[in-house]
């Protein structure tokens, strides 16, 4: 019965450890949180690197981009932006770099409670939801020095 009791033990680590790396190795796609410290605002305005959620990415100049990542969480992955589409070609999601600072941001769309976004890499972030219009935009941030390292705007 010792024998069982420790293939088992095993068995449960080995998956731990499995589900633990997975999720690290995706954790710059993970959802964003809405919950009740995300400040509601109106983001329909917002594009990145000229991209627009709703958008068909047939009439996107995808030249205009360099080194194709081949990430496969995302339809599209280029040093400037990663894309995800729908099945008919809708941009649903973005993540890229973001020119403004974590207090522009906060002055522009409000004050959102930041939280824990990928505690192995100290990166917090805040998130804005607009319900009229169905987008989510999560800023993520250094935790040390607070500078902005990547923005995730999607549908939701």
């Known amino acids: 019965m010792y ?4 293939g088992i033990l ?21 959802p964003i ?10 983001l329909s305005q917002i594009t990145l690197v000229d991209l627009i959620i709703g958008d068909n990415i047939n009439g996107v100049d995808l030249t205009q981009f ?8 995302w339809t599209y992955s280029f040093d400037e932006v990663y894309i995800k589409t729908d099945a008919s070609g809708v941009i649903t999601k973005l993540q890229s770099p973001y ?3 974590v207090a522009e941001v906060k002055e522009k769309y409000g ?7 990928d505690s192995d890499q100290r990166l917090r972030a805040f998130s804005y939801a607009d319900k009229t219009n169905a987008l989510a935009f999560t800023v993520v941030y250094e ?11 999607e549908k939701n």
């Open 111 to 117: 004050e959102s409670k930041d939280y824990v976004f």
């Open 99 to 101: 020119d403004y600072s």
């Open 66 to 73: 360099s080194n194709d990542n081949h990430n496969e969480s």
């Open 10 to 30: 095993k068995k449960f680590i080995t998956l731990t450890l499995a589900l633990a790396l997975a999720l690290g190795l995706v954790g710059c796609g993970q």
């Open 3 to 6: 024998d069982n009791e420790e």
């Open 143 to 153: 935790e040390n020095g607070g500078e902005i390292v990547w923005v995730i705007l």
């Open 33 to 42: 949180k809405i919950n009740s410290g995300t400040a509601t605002a109106d």
